[in-house]
């Protein structure tokens, strides 16, 4: 059963604005997300609170492993867009 988006809001700062920004920017038409382990139950949602406001963009979620920021699946990047990938902790530039 999928959660709630509004229930990670609570704890996490998703930066939904800031990933439709940056498809609109792009222009991307799919986009792979990868979420840690802790967010999965959560990915449907997030995918459909990004489909509101990106109905033409098609998402799809990495449900392998991930094990961190350097942690980055290994598909063809021909075959996406755009990559986001979600943390549980900031990112030190």
Same mark, same amino acid.
């Given at each position: 059963m999928d959660k709630?988006?509004?229930?990670l809001k609570e704890n996490y700062e998703l930066e939904i604005e800031r990933i439709v920004k940056e498809v609109k920017k %792009?222009? &991307?038409k799919k986009v792979l997300l990868q979420f840690p382990d802790a967010f999965k139950p959560y990915s449907a949602s997030i995918v459909d609170e990004l489909k509101k406001q990106l109905p033409k963009t098609e998402f799809f979620i990495w449900m392998s492993s991930c094990?961190? &920021?350097?942690? %980055?699946? $290994?598909? $063809?990047p021909k075959d996406f867009n755009l990559f986001v990938q979600f943390g549980h902790s900031s990112w030190n530039k």
């Open positions: 709630r988006i509004e229930d %792009t222009k &991307a094990f961190g &920021a350097c942690d %980055t699946p $290994n598909v $063809n």
